[in-house]
């Protein structure tokens, strides 16, 4: 059975921090790992990810992914309040109609 | 354009009721899903949609219907609602596998359920 689980569940940091929050997967037939954010209401897309070891950056956020340890890290360097939100990793496979497997999420929360 | 939107935002029901959840996308997507989500446990596919007139389950089916009629409607139906429906349901779209730029689930805002 396809299984993606993320670290840590939750976590709590001060505004400047760097957060790392971990994806690991056991898929068959892996596509892709994407990340987003989830705020109050519907997760937005951050990253998409399909090659091990190539960085995906967008400011102060940044992404990679592992395959051969079966895993993604998303780094949140310099954090904001607005930072504060709960992340979800989900793993798409190739079945024929692109399954997505999410994790549970790793809820961050910033304080000032 | 609006993108994926849901009706209704909000909905109290009591044990045993029905209801019908729309979901609505207009970025011509032929993939179409319903999840549900629960505290810690992220986000369950409850059914999908390949394309118009077909449907699938998902993760979670049980207690739930689906259509889809209409390319950019996606329907779910609670025949009889019972208190383990309690929870935060979203639909999502997107393109098919085979377009790899556009990769991503689109969601929509969802929709908080609670049966009484």
């Known amino acids: 059975e396809d299984k993606v689980v993320q670290s840590p569940l939750s976590l709590v940091v001060h505004e400047g921090d760097t957060v790392t929050l971990n994806c690991s997967y056991e898929?068959?037939?892996?596509?892709?790992l994407l990340w987003y954010k989830q705020e109050k209401k519907a997760p937005t897309f951050l990253f998409m990810l399909t090659s091990s070891g190539i960085e995906k950056k967008s400011g102060r956020l940044s992404s990679i992914l592992d395959k051969k340890e079966l895993s993604s890290i998303l780094n949140i360097t310099a954090t904001q309040t607005g930072d504060s939100a709960i992340y979800l990793c989900?793993?798409?496979?190739?079945?024929?109609?692109?399954?997505?497997?999410f994790g549970a999420g790793t809820q961050v929360v910033v304080t000032p | 354009n609006a993108g994926v939107t849901q009706t209704p935002k909000f909905r109290v029901l009591k044990t045993g009721q029905s209801m019908t959840l729309l979901c609505a996308q207009d970025m011509n997507h032929e993939y179409m899903y319903w999840y549900r989500q629960d505290p810690g446990m992220g986000l369950r596919l409850i059914h999908y949609s390949v394309g118009e007139g077909t449907t699938a389950k998902g993760e979670v089916p049980d207690g739930y219907n689906v259509s889809r009629l209409k390319k950019q409607n996606f329907l779910l139906g609670l025949e009889s609602a019972a208190p383990s429906q309690t929870s935060v349901y979203f639909c999502a779209s997107s393109y098919p596998t085979s377009i790899l730029t556009y990769n991503e689930q689109f969601f929509g805002p969802g929709t908080r359920l609670t049966v009484l």
């Open positions: 898929v068959t037939n892996f596509r892709s």
């Open positions: 989900a793993v798409k496979t190739t079945d024929s109609w692109g399954k997505f497997q």
